[in-house]
Structures are given as structure tokens and as C-alpha cells.
């Protein structure tokens, strides 16, 4: 790993131009508080410079929106050199011990969807009783809505459930498990696969993170040997995760090949939506407007920004022009939890964008943007799959 950081930091000319698209950047206007900084720190720490708690602090900050890697002209691939200059900072600088507490308890509890389910509950009937900023991170839940299909077809597909999604936003995979039934597809929903992994990997807890990885990879080669069409993924985040397996593991060699056969099936949910054929399709025309929060994991690290844009407004919906919307709303995995101030910040500046056109439906496609937006308890914001439920009839 130290000769793919050397590479990164040698690809690095300097320029800056990242600073300019980094939200924490254009918050703080510290230089180290951009990713140039950031890059600065790391290539002083991987040359054996001491390292402080304040460099700690400057790396946690960093939301990995990969903003900067598709500003970058000269490439650098910086989320490659965060995750390896973080590990080497955490092992030379301990952290305060309510701090180790609290992303041990993140790591271990998000995963674990029933016990989530239970302390959230008991978060919801707490609330009353709680100081403002603890309540403000104690998310509402939906009222699943809607059947689920009877049919089952020859084609199939599997759909990640995740970890938290099920409990926070179950209508997002509702609602796609009935667009899949439009298009003569049943939805395998899978209670042996519910976390991707990347919040254990992104909280340090590397290995845990790599071993469920590997435990989902063995899953979903025996449903590809059966003849499994895709991997959809509807949680931008967990889709950007999966379709890193490949390289996450390309260095072990009882995973390398069946890792790459995983990500080379993923697919976000509008990818396989667009690969389909709409021409027998009846439409009810959407015929509002909607502004649409393109999730950083969407747009820089699965590069597919626009194409949620492009289906719903040949759905008949109104897009509505976005300001910043290369901008990260704050929410970032666990990072509203790890970093409440700045996530508020991004967040409110983000729905002020998202609310500027009076738009009819806010939609976004990552349950982390979504639950975070809502938090500011402006217009609710809902997966963009909903839409596409509502239009397509019959």
C-alpha cells in the first residue's frame, strides 16, 4: 500500500484546482482543510515526520466526496491515499477513548440491522427527552407502502437490502422490487447479504469490513453459478463499495477473480434502467417538478451523474436546475454522527439549493443523503425509484 500511496502523491502536481470543489475547503478556507493540504500532511507523515492529533483531526474532516477526483487533471485517484494515510495517523496517534467507543459502537451496530431497529425505536420514544442536538440525529422512519409482487419470473436479479435502509427508507426497495416486476423481473432480496461493508472499512475497522466482503462475494457467486442476471444496488454508497471489491482484494488470491466477477455485475439501479427496453412501456406522465440531490457516490464515484436526470425527465418530469450540485450534502456515511457541525452546515446549504426552484418532489438516490436531508425538516426527500414507480401503470 505504500507503493500505491508514492504513486498518488507523485501524480500530484500542486495546482489547487481541487480546493475549489472541496465543500470543507469552501467552508473553512484553510488550505488543510482541502485535499492539497490534506495531501501535504500525508506525504509528511508517510515520510516519517511526526504526526499530531491535529493531522488526525484534519484527515477525519475530509468527507470522501471525491469531488476533487473528477476536478483532478491530472488524476490523482486522493481517496486511494486517504485510506492509507489514515490507517498509518491512527496507528501512531491514539484516539481519545470516547472517540474509540463511539466508531467501534457505529462499526459494529449499523451492520447489525435488527439490534439498529431496536435502539432506534427507543431513540424515537426517547426523543422528547433529549437535549436538541441529540434528537436532531435520531432519524423518523417511513410506513412501508404498497404491495409487493406475487409473480415470479424466470429473470432475476438481486437487490441489496443494506443495513439501515430496510428500517429507515423501506419503500425505496418496495418500490423498486415493483419496477422490476414491470419489466418481468423478480427482485431477490437477501437477509444473508444486508451490509456492503464500507461503514466498518471507512470507520478503520479494515478487516471485519474486508471479511464481510468477501462472505457477500461467496454469496453472490453461487446466485451468479444459478444463473442471477445483476447485482442492483439502489444505495448509491453501498453500490461505490461493491464495485471496489475488485480492487479491494486484487492482492488476495483466494478472492481476486471472484471478487471481479461481483463488480463487474453491480449495477446501480438507473444503469439497469437504462439498459432496458422502455418501448411497451405505459407511461402516466410524471408532470412535476423535481429537483434531484446527485449523491458524491452517484456522481464522482460511480460517475453517473445525469443519468437519473436524463430517465425522469423522459418520464414527463420537470428537472429542476440544481446550484452546486457537485457539492456534498454532508451526510457521508457516519459522518454526521463523527462530525455533526460541518454535516449540519453542508446539509442546510444543500437544501437551500434543492428548495430555491419551489420544486414539487425533492428525490435523491442514497439513503444516507436522503435520512441526513430530512433532518432539516424542509420538503421530505425520497428515492428517486418512487418516481418511477408512480409512472410506470399497468
Known sequence: SLAVAEQVLRACVHCGFCNATCPTFQIMGDELEGPRGRIYLMKNVLEGEDVSRNTQLHLDRCLTCRNCETTCPSGVEYSKLLDIGREVVDKAVPRPFSERVLRKTLAKLLPQRTVFASLLRVGQWAKPVLSKRLAEHIPETETPQGHLPARRHARQVALLDGCVQPVLTPNTNRAATR?????????????????????????????????????????????????????????????????????????????????????????????????????????????????????????????????????????????????????CCGAAGSYTILQPEMATQLRDKKMQTLEASRPDTIVSANVGCQVHLNGSHGKKVRHWVELVDEALVG
Open 179 to 327: 419496477v422490476f416486476d414491470h419489466f418481468g423481473v423478480s427482485a431477490l432480496n437477501s437477509t444473508d447479504v444486508a451490509c456492503c461493508g464500507a461503514n466498518e472499512y471507512h470507520l478503520g475497522e479494515k478487516k471485519s469490513g474486508l471479511d464481510r466482503a468477501r462472505k457477500n462475494i461467496d454469496y453472490w457467486n453461487n446466485q451468479l453459478d444459478a444463473g442471477l442476471e445483476a447485482l442492483v444496488v439502489t444505495a448509491s454508497g453501498c453500490g461505490a463499495f461493491i464495485k471496489e471489491y475488485a480492487d479491494l482484494l486484487a492482492d488476495d488470491p483466494a478472492y481476486a477473480q471472484k471478487a471481479q466477477r461481483v463488480s463487474e455485475i453491480t449495477l446501480d439501479l438507473v444503469e439497469w434502467l437504462t439498459q432496458q427496453n422502455w418501448s411497451q412501456k405505459t407511461i402516466k406522465s410524471l408532470d412535476k417538478k423535481v429537483a434531484f440531490q446527485c449523491p458524491c457516490t452517484l456522481q464522482h464515484a460511480q460517475k453517473l451523474g445525469g443519468q437519473v436526470e436524463a430517465l425522469l425527465q423522459k418520464l414527463g418530469a420537470q428537472m429542476q436546475p440544481v446550484a452546486d450540485s457537485h457539492l
